[in-house]
């Protein structure tokens, strides 16, 4: 079942501008909310991740936007560069009593930073 | 450290043959997962263990599909008669409770 829900599925933008990807999630037990990078050919690796307690994490020039009561969160890379380039996948997962840390994961975004 | 590793990187296969595809995790992660990704395509579940509990089969997505994990640690996925539809990365990750550590994955080409 979709229960997380990614867009856009592409996104171009120069070099300098700001990219946001936009998530939305259904299940209101989700505590973790983490977004993979993912470059060709490699493994998705973690990138950035909150939790609802907060409704903005910013790690360098990556932050996540998060609103609990409208059950979205986005990802803002600021003065995005070349390198940046690859494709992003939002994830939510709950930590239950039984450790089942079931993580449901968006369809991906494929970024395209132009120089 | 070492990270979670998959083996072989790439396999072709002949339709209709079986394959295994390994996954050793990053040590002293409890849970452990396998997804399949499609060319240009999101991450699809396929089966998750965690500890010594019984495994959540619900992603496989037929019975030609079969994951086992050895005294909590490496695990092998199984496909047996595959067929061309099968052809994707196959991607294996670890945790130790909430983040996932993704191997390289194996891309698996059935002619």
């Known amino acids: 079942q979709q229960q997380v829900k990614q867009s856009p599925q592409s996104l171009i933008v120069q070099k300098g501008g700001i990219s946001i990807i936009n998530c939305a999630y259904e299940?209101?037990?989700?505590?973790?909310f983490p977004w993979y990078q993912q470059f060709p050919g490699k493994g998705p690796a973690l990138l950035i991740a909150?939790?609802?307690?907060?409704s903005e994490k910013k790690e360098g020039r990556f932050t996540i936007s998060f609103n609990k009561s409208a059950k979205q969160f986005s990802l803002h890379i600021m003065d995005s560069q070349p390198g940046d380039s690859a494709t992003y996948f939002c994830?939510?997962?709950?930590?239950?009593?039984?450790?089942?840390?079931?993580?449901?994961f968006g369809a991906g975004t494929r970024l395209t930073v132009k120089p | 450290g070492a990270g979670v590793s998959q083996s072989p990187s790439n396999k072709v296969t002949e339709k209709g043959k079986d394959v295994e595809l390994r996954c050793d995790p990053i040590?002293?992660?409890?849970?452990l997962y396998w997804y399949r990704q499609s060319l240009g395509q999101g991450l699809e579940f396929l089966i998750y263990?965690?500890?010594?509990?019984?495994?959540?089969k619900s992603g496989l997505p037929s019975d030609r599909f079969s994951a086992e994990r050895t005294g909590g640690s490496v695990s092998t996925l199984t496909i047996q008669r595959t067929q061309q539809e099968d052809s994707a990365v196959y991607l294996c990750a670890s945790s130790p409770i909430y983040e996932q550590f993704f191997g390289p994955g194996t891309r698996l080409t059935v002619l």
């Open positions: 040590s002293g992660h409890t849970a």
């Open positions: 299940n209101t037990a989700f505590d973790y």
């Open positions: 994830a939510a997962s709950r930590g239950a009593p039984d450790n089942n840390n079931d993580m449901r």
């Open positions: 263990f965690q500890g010594n509990s019984a495994p959540d």
């Open positions: 909150i939790r609802p307690d907060v």
